[in-house]
T-cell receptor
Framework: SQKIEQNSEALNIQEGKTATLTCNYT??????LQWYRQDPGRGPVFLLL?????KEKRKERLKVTFDTTLKQSLFHITASQPADSATYLC?????????FGKGTTLSVSS | SQTIHQWPATLVQPVGSPLSLECTVE??????LYWYRQAAGRGLQLLFY??????ISSEVPQNLSASRPQDRQFILSSKKLLLSDSGFYLC????????????FGPGTRLLVL
């Protein structure tokens, strides 16, 4: 069955560093991947979508890559700030609805 | 622009009591609507989705049901709550013709005691 895996449950980094989160998919080839941000007690908020024919996409301090050979997407936050602390979810097409990973909780310390 | 509302925000209910959670979307027509449950460490679990009024598909057989009485209204119900129904319930929509990005509501925190 189609699977989305975010291997790291938690990631702790210092302010100003680049955070890199990983999303791996197995048993299918999605046409796109998406990244969402979720704050505690809130619903997920869409950040970026990258298609299979796009290697990289950027939005302000965010960068997403899509490697169809490695079956992987990387999500980078450059010059990280404590306000970037949240859970980040990877998602891909799943027929009737998106398939979500379990998320990686990022903590940025000052 | 579109907005999505859920209520109540928080709910504490005894085991065996009924449940009704409501979700409404404004600013769009004929969206796809979804109910998810999020439990700690388990990610987002799709419960129901709807592509139109009266059309409900269930992804996971369980103690819950859903209804879509109006185009932009989606209701999650239960006749008798179980302890295992506790969790964070999220409603989401997809814009018609844009079958990619989902937009989520603020969620309802349900605690069954």
């Amino acid at each position: 069955s189609q699977k989305i895996e975010q291997n790291s449950e938690a990631l702790n980094i210092q302010e100003g560093k680049t955070a890199t989160l990983t999303c791996n998919y197995t048993n299918y080839s999605p046409a796109y991947l998406q990244w969402y941000r979720q704050d505690p007690g809130r619903g997920p908020v869409f950040l970026l979508l990258i298609r299979e024919n796009e290697k990289e996409k950027r939005k302000e301090r965010l960068k997403v890559t899509f490697d169809t050979t490695l079956k992987q997407s990387l999500f980078h936050i450059t010059a990280s700030q404590p306000a970037d602390s949240a859970t980040y979810l990877c998602a891909s097409e799943g027929g009737t609805a998106l398939i979500f990973g379990k998320g990686t909780t990022l903590s940025v310390s000052s | 622009s579109q907005t999505i509302h859920q209520w109540p925000a928080t709910l504490v209910q005894p085991v065996g009591s009924p449940l009704s959670l409501e979700c409404t979307v404004e600013g769009t027509s004929n969206p796809n609507l979804y109910w998810y449950r999020q439990a700690a460490g388990r990610g987002l679990q799709l419960l129901f989705y709807s592509v139109g009024i009266g059309q409900i598909s269930s992804e996971v057989p369980q103690n819950l049901s859903a209804s879509r009485p109006q185009d932009r209204q989606f209701i999650l119900s239960s006749k008798k709550l179980l302890l295992s129904d506790s969790g964070f319930y999220l409603c989401a929509y997809l814009l018609a013709g844009h079958q990619e990005t989902q937009y989520f509501g603020p969620g309802t925190r349900l605690l069954v005691l």
